[in-house]
């Protein structure tokens, strides 16, 4: 498997279990899940770090299919190279550092590295287009 593609599996696992934290939250402040929260699904109060891990995991939701399409675009049209295998590596690395700082709740840090996965995918992106 290429860089581009293991980098690939590994950001969607990193993203199906961003969800982990903001469970541990809810059960460790409001107990297991009751009957009644399938009814009403109202989100029951959590602590600031609860709704930053909630909000680190639908970033990383939001932010996924612009890397993942560009990275698929850049295997079946055979352009990997070098620069691919980076900005896959690096979108990793920066969505795993961004989750780390969310959760923690380091302003401004956290914008920084978002910003540099976005140029991660802007990378891709001109690979893809040259």
């Not at 070098?82 to 923690?104: E, K």
Request: contains cysteine.
């Amino acid at each position: 498997m290429s860089t581009e593609m293991t980098y690939l599996a590994w950001t969607a696992l990193l993203t199906a279990a961003l969800w982990i934290p903001y469970v541990i939250a809810q059960v460790t402040t409001n107990g297991p899940l009751q009957g009644g929260n399938y009814r009403d699904p109202t989100p029951r109060p959590v602590p600031l770090w609860g709704q930053r891990a909630n909000r680190a995991h639908v970033n990383a939701v939001e932010s996924f299919a612009p890397y993942a399409a560009l990275l698929l675009i850049v295997q079946v049209t055979g352009k990997a190279d070098a620069m691919t295998a980076f900005w896959a590596g690096f979108y990793f690395w920066c969505r795993l550092g961004h989750a780390v700082i969310y959760l923690i709740g380091v302003p401004y840090l956290r914008t920084l590295i978002f910003t540099a996965g976005f140029v991660a995918v802007v990378g891709l992106f001109v690979a893809v287009m040259r």
